[in-house]
């Protein structure tokens, strides 16, 4: 559990450092997360999906404090969950590429914070 705090605090230090200019530190996402925080029941299990590269640093760091704001639930890197939570930095995600990988809108809690369905589940 210890290396688990440090690799997250790692990441996270990475992350503020490159992200000087954007408003996205823990307040910050659990800002963004806290209406979609509020409406799900505590012991849910979500996907997760992002418009960032997977390879990149600030995709990794945008993961865990996903799953740092949305806490207790669980939130898992993969769409394969029946509900998915996406993370995106645009108003308007690409359809075809959500489409492409089998996840329908659901809802819209503003900030760039939706919920998906994966439509084969």
Same mark, same amino acid.
């Given at each position: ?5 440090? $690799? ?7 992350y $503020? ?10 307040p ?10 509020? $409406?799900?029941?505590?012991k ?33 890197a ?10 995106f930095?645009?108003n308007s ?18 900030n760039?914070?939706?919920?998906l369905?994966?439509t084969?589940?």
């Amino acid at each position: 559990m210890a290396s688990s705090a440090w $690799s997250f605090l790692d990441v996270f230090g990475v992350y $503020s450092l490159s992200n000087r200019t954007h408003a996205f530190g823990v307040p910050a996402f659990e800002e963004r997360f806290a209406a979609l925080h509020k $409406s799900m029941p505590a012991k849910s299990v979500l996907g997760y999906v992002t418009d960032n590269p997977g390879s990149d640093t600030q995709a990794q760091a945008e993961f865990y404090l996903t799953q740092y704001a949305l806490a207790p639930a669980i939130v898992k890197a993969t769409t394969e969950e029946h509900f998915v939570v996406g993370n995106f930095h645009t108003n308007s995600p690409d359809k075809k590429k959500l489409e492409a990988r089998n996840l329908a809108f659901v809802q819209d809690f503003g900030n760039d914070v939706l919920i998906l369905r994966n439509t084969t589940r």
